[in-house]
Structure formats: C-alpha cells, structure tokens
C-alpha cells in the first residue's frame, strides 16, 4: 500500500494548483486524509484535513482559498490551491490515517513522498 502525490510545479502567483494524491492497495479503512507541506527551514505543517464523512479543517494560511476533497472511494485525496501566494512554496505530502486490517487497534499514518510546489515572488 502506498501513496503517489501529484500536481506540483513551477506556478505563477495569483494562480491555482490541484494536488492528486491516490493510494494504491486495499485498506480495512481510512479515518482521514491530510495535506501536510514543509518550506525551506521551517517544520511541516498541517494544511487541511478531510473525513470520509466530510468534515474539514483548514490551517488559516490557506483558510478561504483552498479546497480538500476525498473521492467516495476513499483512495484518493485532492488539494486545490487558489491565488497562490510565493509563502505557499513547499512540498506537499499527502498523509491518509488507515487501518490496513479488520481488528487492527489504531489507525496507521501512511505518507506519500511529497510534491514541490514552487511560487516564484
């Protein structure tokens, strides 16, 4: 089971950008999907989160101008990004909180490789 993210580039500001993550291999089930990015000598940070049910949480970064979305199969997670901004420069990484069996306790971080998103100033 693993997760590929797409989607990044070099984009103008002012711009939007649509992150694809989808997983591949079958899972018992998903608590959430995240979006995490980290810049340049800074800590990764949340961007936004979204539950199956569809339950969303924003960091204020990004708050208003960006929209996560799970498809109904619960395998793929989307991140758009509107008027970009040169501080939204980053690698993104897709996280999905899983269950790989029935029985399974707690649920697994599962992380993709990460996608660079560049914003020029």
């Known amino acids: 089971v693993r997760l590929v993210e797409s989607g990044g580039g070099f984009v103008p500001p002012g711009t939007a950008l649509t992150l694809s993550c989808t997983r591949s291999?079958?899972?018992?089930?998903?608590?959430?999907m995240n979006w995490y990015r980290q810049s340049p000598g800074k800590e990764r940070e949340l961007v936004a989160s979204v539950t199956p049910a569809g339950n969303t949480n924003y960091a204020d970064s990004v708050k208003g101008r960006s929209d996560i979305s799970m498809d109904n199969a619960k395998t793929a997670v989307y991140l758009q990004l509107n008027r970009l901004k040169p501080d939204d420069t980053a690698v993104y990484y897709c996280m999905q909180e899983i269950q790989y069996y029935r029985g399974n306790s707690d649920y697994a971080e599962l992380w993709g490789q990460g996608t660079l998103v560049t914003v020029p100033s």
């Open positions: 291999g079958s899972v018992f089930d998903v608590k959430r």
